[in-house]
């Protein structure tokens, strides 16, 4: 079956000055899915959002969106998608009601005021529904944010951060509204610094660095690629150093040592380490045990390990911010 992709890029690249914050970005997004698109500060992931939202245009390369081309089509690319920038940016002077009528309005809605208070009822916003935006928590104003972007129910969604700053119950109602979205056949491209929330909403990541696409796959495959993690808790603090080179002997990878909690732990990509071999191994070294335990690798590991966990320039982050425009959903 063929795959047909709501977001499609080849070798984008977009210069701030002498700062290249995209390198050649290749990115494929199958419709009805949720891509995580994780990377270091600096890598470059709002600016590629940016340049997928028609706020920027690229200085090379070319995509697709939503079946438009990226330049040459950017108005009707406008009007089948929807975005929700890093910071909330509904208006403070107006209610939360009157803020989901004002964009359903612009996006011409049918029946504003009822697409407003089926948003309201959705996203738990009835206290915000009749107070004006700037007495609102940041939690309430970033899901009025979230909500003012869904009224014309986009068929490719950027989430750039959307649940940066909520409690958990207001990140489980933006999870939900996510997994939601997928099961309408809502694209949804989501960047977030939550790893645990691309792990769990992510149908497939891709790892940005330098301005790049350097790693693709399921979490799953994604994990696959790094190994297991190892770790042993000692006994005696003093045996710490010794639980670290038998680990460094046994997998070739240097671990990392937690004094504190009398804790090492290293990412071993060999197949053959299993429990009883590690254990074995810290007992003839005579390190004292109080535990060990080999699981699979959590997308924290995946992040450092393929991606050094650091930008390749901090100022492509400033440069991401600096003169963006994070308004909703762009009128044609």
């Known amino acids: 079956m063929t ?7 080849e070798g984008l690249e977009k210069r701030f000055g002498t700062v290249r914050a995209l390198r050649g970005l290749d990115l494929a997004v199958p419709e009805g899915t949720v891509c995580g698109l994780l990377g270091p500060n600096g890598a470059g992931k ?39 920038g890093q910071y ?6 107006l209610t939360g009601r009157q803020n989901l009528r004002l ?20 996203f738990g916003l009835a206290e915000a529904a009749d107070r004006p935006a700037v007495t609102l928590s940041g939690g309430l104003r970033r899901r009025l944010d979230l909500a003012a972007s869904l009224v014309r129910r986009p068929e490719v969604l950027f989430l750039d951060e959307p649940t940066t700053g909520l409690d958990p119950a207001g990140r489980n109602r933006v999870w939900e509204t996510v997994r939601a979205l997928k099961a309408d056949g809502t694209t949804v491209l989501l960047t977030t610094q ?24 399921s979490p799953a495959e994604l994990k696959a690629l790094v190994g297991t ?3 042993a808790v000692v006994a005696d603090a003093d045996a710490l150093v010794r639980a670290a080179g038998v680990l460094d002997r046994l997998t070739g990878a240097e671990p990392v040592l937690d004094h504190e909690r009398r804790t090492v732990g290293v990412v071993s990509t060999d197949p053959t380490l299993t429990l009883p071999r590690l254990v074995r191994e810290l007992d003839a070294a005579g390190v004292p045990l109080a535990d060990a335990s080999l699981r ?17 320039d901090d100022r492509n982050d400033r440069n991401d911010r600096n003169g963006s425009d994070d308004g909703k959903e762009l009128v044609a």
């Open 296 to 312: 699979p690798p959590t997308l924290d590991d995946v992040f450092l390990r393929l991606t050094g966990g650091t930008g390749s």
């Open 194 to 217: 939550y790893l645990e929330e691309a792990d769990r909403l992510a149908d497939d990541i891709a790892l940005v660095d330098r301005g790049r696409v350097a790693h693709t796959g």
């Open 88 to 93: 909330a940016s509904v208006d403070g002077d």
């Open 3 to 9: 795959t047909t992709y709501a977001v499609l890029s």
């Open 46 to 84: 709002t600016t590629a959002v940016r340049l997928l939202t028609t706020l920027l245009r690229p200085d090379a390369g070319s995509a697709r969106v939503a079946g438009h081309d990226l330049v040459r089509e950017a108005a009707a690319v406008r009007r089948l998608i929807g975005v929700t």
């Open 229 to 231: 993690y190892a770790q």
């Open 103 to 122: 964009f359903a309005r612009l996006h011409r809605v049918r029946d504003a005021a009822a697409r407003a208070d089926e948003l309201l009822d959705r």
